[in-house]
T-cell receptor
Framework: KAGVTQTPRYLIKTRGQQVTLSCSPI?????VSWYQQTPGQGLQFLFE???????NKGNFPGRFSGRQFSNSRSEMNVSTLELGDSALYLC???FGWGKETQYFGPGTRLLVL | GENVEQHPSTLSVQEGDSAVIKCTYS??????FPWYKQELGKRPQLIID?????GEKKDQRIAVTLNKTAKHFSLHITETQPEDSAVYFC??????????FGKGTTLSVSS
């Protein structure tokens, strides 16, 4: 089975712009979670989608949003980018949700100038 | 909500020594505890996990122990090798909720 894929792998944006990141889960997986990884802060949970519904949401401002499509692919959007949004954005997929093992994608490295 | 504390933040050992990383969690309802290893420039990968109905689990040189009363769990790596050098993350979750990660431990194994 192909692993979790994310596009694009690298992005450079300027403050105030918006960005959309994409995640394709492992075939058959219906849950996608998104994390922000920054040095010293570890992996911070953004949100989780299962069957096109947001099931859990982390403590991030409303500028961060996401959605999931019927084929389980997921996108996250960040509007009005700030310098502090520079990070590695990881998505992870699992078959179900809750106690299921999560498999991570390679991440999208976002740099905001 | 759940909060996970991880210690130490950095750990240096000699090849062949053992390494122990400890995590504490705040919500006694948490019942799933995975550990992930992230090598430089790569994605996090699950190395071992434990559920609340088990006190210990081993997989070759890696073991995880869980103390539900004290609300802490630990990763033990024996006979460390240079390829064990990486960042290790613990996490905790309650069924149906998100995985909450610790801030990571950078393990360096010198030969």
């Amino acid at each position: 089975k192909a692993g979790v894929t994310q596009t694009p792998r690298y992005l450079i944006k300027t403050r105030g712009q918006q960005v959309t990141l994409s995640c394709s889960p492992i075939s058959g997986h219906r849950s996608v979670s998104w994390y922000q990884q920054t040095p010293g802060q570890g992996l911070q949970f953004l949100f989780e989608y299962f069957s096109e519904t947001q099931r859990n949401k982390g403590n991030f401002p409303g500028r961060f949003s996401g959605r999931q499509f019927s084929n389980s692919r997921s996108e996250m959007n960040v509007s009005t980018l700030e310098l502090g949004d520079s990070a590695l954005y990881l998505c992870a997929s699992s078959f179900g949700w809750g106690k299921e093992t999560q498999y991570f994608g390679p991440g999208t490295r976002l740099l905001v100038l | 909500g759940e909060n996970v504390e991880q210690h130490p933040s950095t750990l240096s050992v000699q090849e062949g020594d053992s390494a122990v990383i400890k995590c504490t969690y705040s919500d006694s309802a948490s019942n799933y505890f995975p550990w992930y290893k992230q090598e430089l420039g790569k994605r996090p990968q699950l190395i071992i996990d434990i559920r609340s109905n088990v006190g210990e689990k081993k997989d070759q040189r890696i073991a995880v122990t869980l103390n539900k009363t004290a609300k802490h769990f630990s990763l033990h790596i024996t006979e460390t090798q240079p390829e064990d050098s990486a960042v290790y993350f613990c996490a905790a979750s309650i069924e149906g909720t998100a995985l909450i990660f610790g801030k990571g431990t950078t393990l360096s194994v010198s030969s």
